[in-house]
């Protein structure tokens, strides 16, 4: 019995435990989120009857992804290019809105998220390229060009709708070029560059963008004037007015708890009253007051559930997790024998633990409100199921990538 589990559950298995503890933690943590969706449905049992089986799914997909060996996801990649290229394309032209962006497909009855799809074939993409143009003193010059080429439009594609999953890919791909020792005088001019590019981006932002601090007296308005036509500028921009009021509330002075406007800053304050009510050991699981008042409890917000209900402990154990998961990968990368795995392995680690570093930032109070679920904890669909992808993926690469045998060196080309 014992052999046959084992060959369902192959890899790493430091890796399957971090996995086994961070769906536990989200089936837990959404059930006891969900209340704001259980009031809505009037069904108590049925949103984590759901979120239970994406996990269960997500697992599934997790294990049939294990046992693809590591060297046929190279012939993947330019059909998921092809994927990535339609699909985001056509989420602009006829996604589902949500939160007022584009993001979502609906297909034979079930929704994707393309960025979700594009994340995971540009890691691919720049492991591939990175190995194929590896040479004795680090990566050919040439690579960082094919880099951009296949980051840059898909990126400008996403960042339309998703900055923030633009700018999550972009800082992962910077990674992995310095990762596959792509000359540090040309990621220093790329860095520059982006330096340069937000700086006028947050100014075309704050320009056009309006402060939506005064909604309600612009509603009022609204009644007795024609809406105003957008220009070219505004339309291209039309999720600017978001992105401005995140700044504004991001750089916001501190204020005391008597001026504070729980109205128009309702998701970071109840997020901070839920960290600070927590104490070391926290209130327990089910027991959190504050999932009631923030609308994105069991998403973006949801490590502010864990804080509250698990408390300080609970809330560094999934820290400890996240850290272990890109610990592990880096293990296995040291380990691979050839290049591609091992550029595949580090970057979708990357990917996950940075979009959980965002997400965690954001819940306590050190980043602007960005969106980014919690990989693997927050509730989902295509964004678990993708994860759940990419951790088998790692898995695969542990079990079936070539192994240097003796310490650790250097990597062959390939």
């Known amino acids: 019995m014992n052999k046959k589990i084992g060959n369902i559950f192959k890899g790493d298995k430091v890796i399957w435990m971090v996995f086994f503890f961070l769906c536990m933690i989200s089936i837990v943590e959404v059930f006891s989120a969900s209340s704001n969706l259980t009031y809505k449905s009037q069904n108590y049992i049925g949103p984590i009857i759901y979120h239970t ?3 269960i799914f997500g697992v599934l997909v997790a294990v049939i992804t294990l046992n693809i060996p590591c060297r046929f996801f190279k012939l993947m ?5 092809l994927v990535t290229a339609f ?3 056509w989420v602009l032209i006829g996604g589902q809105t949500i939160n007022g962006a584009n993001r979502v497909i609906s297909l034979l009855g079930f929704t994707f998220q393309p960025s979700e799809i594009a994340k995971g074939t540009i890691v691919l993409a720049t492991a591939q390229i990175l190995s194929a143009m590896q040479r004795e003193n680090g990566a050919d010059k040439k690579a960082f060009k094919w880099i951009l080429w296949i ?3 898909t990126c400008f594609l996403i960042g339309l709708e998703n900055l923030s999953t633009a700018a999550l890919l972009f800082a992962v791909v910077i990674l992995m070029m310095f990762i596959g020792l792509v000359p540090l005088r040309q990621l220093g001019k790329l860095v520059g560059i982006l330096i340069f590019l937000v ?3 947050i100014s075309m932002v704050m320009l056009v963008g309006h402060d939506t601090t005064g909604e309600e007296v612009a509603k009022t308005e609204q009644t007795d004037q024609q809406p105003k036509k957008k220009n070219k500028l505004e339309k291209l921009l039309h999720r600017a007015d978001t992105w401005k009021g995140r700044i504004l509330k991001f750089g916001k002075d501190d204020v005391t708890p008597q001026e504070y406007d729980l109205d128009k ?5 109840h997020a901070n009253i839920a960290i600070v009510s927590s104490n070391i050991i926290g ?3 089910g027991k959190s007051v504050e999932r009631d008042f923030l609308s994105q409890a069991f998403s973006d917000f949801i490590y502010a559930i864990v804080i509250e209900e698990l408390g300080i402990l609970g809330a560094a154990f999934v820290v400890f997790l996240y850290i272990i998961l890109l610990y592990r990968a880096a293990r296995i990368a040291s380990r691979c024998e050839n290049n591609f795995p091992a550029f595949l392995v580090m970057g979708l680690a990357l990917l996950l633990v940075i979009q959980a570093a965002f997400n965690m930032m954001v819940a306590v109070g050190l980043a602007p409100v960005t969106g980014q679920p919690l990989p693997l904890i927050s509730k989902g669909g295509t964004s678990t199921i993708i994860n759940c992808a990419y951790v088998g993926t ?3 690469i542990s079990r079936s990538a070539k192994m240097k045998k003796g310490p650790v060196g250097t990597k062959n080309i390939g």
């Open 394 to 396: 790692i898995l695969s």
């Open 265 to 269: 800053d309702a998701q970071v304050a």
């Open 53 to 55: 089986g994406t996990i």
């Open 77 to 81: 990649t330019p059909f998921l290019l």
């Open 283 to 285: 209130k327990g699981p």
């Open 151 to 153: 980051t840059i439009p």
């Open 87 to 89: 699909t985001l394309l």
């Open 199 to 201: 700086v006028i981006g």
